[in-house]
C-alpha cells in the first residue's frame, strides 16, 4: 500500500527562523512529488511541485528530494507568522498522487 | 492560471435531502477530477476520480449509490450526496488536473477548488 508519512506537529518556530518539514514515502517508483499549504477551513493550495533529485528554490521555499532515501523537505526560509498552516506532502507516479496527513506549523512572533 | 472553482461555498439541508456540489475548472481543460472528503483535523480522504465521459472510479468504503459524481465535460464535475444525513456533515473539495498542463516534469499536478462546508441537520 502507497504510503506517505508525515509528522503531524505542531512544529514551532520563531519568526524570522528556517521551517524544516519532512516526509517519507514508501512507493519506490514515486515520480512526482508536490507540497501543499493548507489554512484552517480552507482547501490546499499548491507550493511547489519536485520532480528530480536535488534542490528547487521558488522564493522562501526550497524543496529537496532524495529518491534513493524515499525522502522530501520542505525548507521555508525567513518564517512568518501567516505562514503558519498545515503543509501536507503528497507523492506519486501516476495522476492521483498520494497525500500524507500534513504537518502543522505554526510561527510565532 | 489553474484556477478551479466550487459552488456553493455552504450549504445546510434537511436530513432526507440531496444536494449537488459543482467543481469547474476556469481556465484550462480538466482531463481528470477528484473529490475528497475531510473531516475536521483530519487528512484529506480521497472519495472518487472522475474523467470526463465515463463512470467515476470510487476509492474502497465509499457508497457509489450515495456518492454521485457525473464528469458531463472537461470542465464540470458534479457531486450529488443522495438523501443526505448529519453524518455526510464535511468539508467537500474537488480537485483537478490536466496532464498537458503544469511544470516541467509532468502534468499531474492537482489545482483544488476553495472547498465546500456541507452540515446536514
Known amino acids: 500500500q502507497k504510503e506517505v508519512e508525515q509528522n503531524s506537529g505542531p512544529l514551532s518556530v520563531p519568526e524570522g527562523a528556517i521551517a524544516s518539514l519532512n516526509c517519507t514515502y514508501s512507493?519506490?517508483?514515486?515520480?512526482?512529488f508536490f507540497w501543499y499549504r493548507q489554512y484552517s477551513g480552507k482547501s490546499p493550495e499548491l507550493i511547489m511541485s519536485?520532480?528530480?533529485?536535488g534542490d528547487k528554490e521558488d522564493g522562501r521555499f526550497t524543496a529537496q528530494l532524495n529518491k534513493a532515501s524515499q525522502y522530501v523537505s520542505l525548507l521555508i526560509r525567513d518564517s512568518q507568522p501567516s505562514d503558519s498552516a498545515t503543509y501536507l506532502c503528497a507523492a506519486g507516479r501516476s495522476y492521483i498522487p498520494t497525500f500524507g496527513r500534513g504537518t502543522s506549523l505554526i510561527v510565532h512572533p | 492560471g489553474a484556477v478551479v472553482s466550487q459552488h456553493p461555498s455552504w450549504v445546510i439541508c434537511k436530513s432526507g435531502t440531496s444536494v449537488k456540489i459543482e467543481c469547474r475548472s476556469l481556465?484550462?481543460?480538466?482531463?481528470?477530477m477528484f473529490w475528497y472528503r475531510q473531516f475536521p483535523k483530519q487528512s484529506l480522504m480521497l472519495m472518487a476520480t472522475s474523467n470526463e465521459g465515463s463512470k467515476a472510479t470510487y476509492e474502497q468504503g465509499v457508497e457509489k449509490d450515495k456518492f454521485l459524481i457525473n464528469h458531463a465535460s472537461l470542465t464540470l464535475s458534479t457531486l450529488t450526496v443522495t438523501s443526505a444525513h448529519p453524518e455526510d456533515s464535511s468539508f467537500y473539495i474537488c480537485?483537478?488536473?490536466?496532464?498537458?498542463?503544469?511544470?516541467?516534469?509532468?502534468?499531474?499536478?492537482?489545482?483544488f477548488g476553495p472547498g465546500t462546508r456541507l452540515l446536514v441537520l
Open positions: 512507493d519506490r517508483v514515486s515520480q512526482s
Open positions: 519536485i520532480y528530480s533529485n
Open positions: 481556465d484550462f481543460q480538466a482531463t481528470t
Open positions: 480537485s483537478a488536473s490536466d496532464r498537458n498542463y503544469g511544470t516541467s516534469g509532468g502534468g499531474e499536478t492537482q489545482y
